[in-house]
């Protein structure tokens, strides 16, 4: 599992002053950039010229409110992985209290014919180490 500490913000919130719904995907996405810079590749992940790795599906369940000031923890976990796509788990939490469960399937693509293309082997050691 990878975890990740965050304050929420004012602009983080809605009028009701509890967190904006899209919010908790940008959270999910800072937690998923940091555990990739964790695995320490030797390419660059982000900015590649071979290969890109879009979000072909993602959902959330919100259970308790988030607000204003709230310290959460995001820990993120594989809980699936194949050739060319894996599928990441949230959990997020305000001190001991599950707030949000949330889900993004990612697949690796070829940047120009847009087909699928095996990750390379960096990427599935790094993805194996956070597997539920």
Request: glycine share 2%; with cysteine; net charge negative.
């Amino acid at each position: 599992m990878f975890t990740i500490k965050r304050k929420i913000n004012f602009f983080d919130c809605d009028p009701a002053g509890i967190i904006f719904y899209s919010r908790i995907f940008e959270f999910c996405h800072s937690a998923y950039e940091h555990m990739i810079a964790s695995f320490e590749l030797k390419e660059n992940y982000w900015m590649n010229e071979e290969y890109v790795v879009p979000i072909i599906h993602s959902e959330s369940e919100y259970v308790k409110p988030i607000k204003y000031g709230d310290e959460i923890t995001v820990n993120v976990q594989v809980s699936q992985l194949r050739d060319s796509s894996f599928e990441l788990m949230y959990t997020i939490k305000r001190d001991k209290t599950l707030c949000c469960h949330a889900k993004t399937v990612h697949v690796f693509v070829d940047k120009l014919s847009w087909k699928k293309k095996e990750m390379f082997k960096d990427l599935i050691e790094g993805l194996k180490d956070h597997i539920i």
